[in-house]
């Protein structure tokens, strides 16, 4: 099972216990994962993810279980090339941050990105949050990813396939009851911002989505890696053999008609 | 005995929350526990959930319903609930009855919400009362009040520590570590104030939060518990078994702390 939310690098806003690839690949390993898709944490707040993309992919080479995601801004000048040049250096999803660099969900470079990436056969990669609101930075204003963003992606080319990491039930709700049947089938979830029991929003999502909807996400180094897996474990008795999507085979999928 | 599991932050609905499903959840609760090896939750009920007074507000009716509805449960279910009683400060006179009468029906705890900063002055007679009975208060705390909430008079942990140095006989258990705002802050502000005692419930999972509370005050002064969110409480649970700790340091998180804090004679089935 692939953890599709990881990071290596610090965080600007506190201190985060040793965010370093070795680590990582140690955690991975004590979860029983088969790997993880990584970024580079600082990206999100820089105007030019290209150093960091290259810190990322120099971190990661020696760890063949830590696979990159790194960051392709489709605002920024000959991003198309950029792409073309991560793909070669065996990135396997790509990330975005539309919410910190301002683009609105009808955004034509957003919409440009996911074409590109859907005619690539490579998943686009969009975080909720860093952080729960209550504890964000005054220096933090970017704003939650919105659903009307995942909406406008997931409407906007037959092939994408996008995973959106920290959303929690409403938006998960809001933007697979805006989509068509077709249009659901391209967005995957990870988990890890669900509220389990008592409330069960998680078993309730299961049960309304479908399981195949959900992937694993850590959001490690921020947030302990155990609480997937938690709340799997406490999913009701009748729905604990449910399969979620191992992440691995969504670039196998893309380009292809969904099931 | 680092297998037993006590909850000291849980909270059950009843018929008078306003909410069609409050069996089911409460249900939910009870089954996930299991499930995770919890020996005993401690809870409350905050008055009508807002469904006809503000949760953080509850008017002296909701306050009495409520605490019914929890006495209730804890009777239909002695081997695994233990209950606080809920009350609001700006009722003082019904308070201490609440109280009084609670601790008659077996109540093992008080359960002070955001009705009032905690710093307050009308806090005073409840925590007096709360110490001669020999119950802790577990107090709601916002991690670092850097303004006003809506719905609630917020307090955070330096409004606590002030309220704990005016009661120093008293108990007071920190709500909710990992629920929203800064958790560093709070370590500050509380690790000179021995009669404080955090609970790691909480959404909030952040990695370093297990460790540098442990780190600023010690296994013996940190308590694990859940609140509305029974899947962070099992992945800090499963966390803490990477943190370093010792069997006897892991075993006071998890439970002996909640049994020092409410005497052994509240928990007998932790002992049975």
């Known amino acids: ?259 | 005995m680092t297998e037993l599991l006590i909850d000291v932050h849980a909270h059950f609905l009843h018929a008078g929350a306003g909410r069609a499903d409050w069996e089911r959840v409460n249900r939910a609760r009870l089954t996930a526990g299991e499930r995770m090896g919890i020996r005993c939750h401690v809870a409350s009920v905050l008055g009508s959930y807002g469904h006809t007074s503000p949760t953080y507000f509850p008017s002296p009716a909701d306050v009495t319903a409520g605490n019914a509805a929890m006495r209730v449960i804890a009777e239909r279910e002695p081997h695994r609930v233990r209950w606080y009683v809920t009350v609001n400060p700006n009722y003082t006179a019904h308070a201490l009855a609440e109280i009084r009468n609670a601790r008659q029906d077996g109540a093992i705890g008080v359960k002070l919400l955001a009705s009032r900063r905690a710093d307050d002055a009308l806090l005073d007679p409840i925590c007096q009362l709360a110490a001669e009975a020999g119950m802790p208060v577990l107090h709601h705390i916002w991690q670092h009040r850097t303004r006003e909430w809506p719905n609630q008079e917020i307090s955070d942990g330096a409004d606590l520590a002030r309220l704990a140095a005016r009661h120093p006989q008293t108990q007071f258990i920190l709500a909710h570590l990992g629920g929203g705002g800064d958790w560093a802050h709070t370590l500050s502000a509380v690790a000179d104030s021995p009669n404080i005692h955090p609970d790691l419930s909480g959404s909030g999972i952040d990695r370093g939060m297990l460790d540098a509370a442990i780190r600023a005050l010690g296994a013996g002064r940190v308590l694990w518990a859940c609140d509305l969110t029974m899947e962070t409480g099992l992945a800090k649970l499963r966390a803490l078994a990477h943190v370093g700790l010792t069997d006897d340091d892991l075993a006071d998180i998890r439970w002996r702390n909640a049994v020092r804090l409410f005497g052994a004679a509240a928990f007998p089935m932790v002992h049975a």
């Open chain 1, 1 to 259: 099972m692939i953890d599709v939310a990881t990071w290596i690098g610090p965080y600007p806003f506190r201190d985060v216990p040793h965010p370093e690839p070795a680590i990582l690949a140690g955690v991975v390993e004590r979860e029983g994962l088969s790997g993880a898709w990584v970024g580079w944490l600082p990206a999100a707040w820089q105007r030019d993810p290209a150093p960091g993309n290259e810190h990322l992919l120099a971190a990661l080479s020696p760890h063949p279980t830590l696979h990159p995601a790194p960051v392709v801004r489709p605002d920024w000048p000959r991003w198309e090339r950029t792409l073309d040049d991560l793909l070669a250096r065996r990135a396997v999803a790509i990330r975005a941050y539309p919410m910190h660099w301002g683009l609105p969900p009808a955004s034509a470079a957003m919409l440009a990105l996911g074409a590109a990436c859907a005619e690539r056969k490579v998943p686009l990669l969009l975080t909720v949050r860093f952080e729960d609101l209550r504890q964000r930075s005054a220096l933090d204003v970017a704003a939650d990813l919105t659903a009307a963003h995942v909406r406008a992606l997931a409407r906007s080319h037959p092939d994408i396939r996008i995973v959106i990491t920290a959303a929690g039930r409403d938006l998960i709700e809001e933007t697979h009851w805006g989509l068509t049947p077709e249009e659901q089938q391209r967005v995957h979830w990870d988990f890890a911002w669900v509220w389990g029991p008592p409330e069960e929003h998680f078993a309730h999502l299961i049960r309304t989505l479908g399981p195949a909807r959900f992937v694993h996400g850590s959001h490690w180094p921020l947030r302990l890696v155990q609480n997937s897996q938690a709340n799997l474990d406490l999913l009701p008795d009748e729905l604990r053999a449910v399969a979620i999507t191992d992440a691995e085979t969504l670039a196998k999928t893309v380009g292809k008609n969904p099931t």
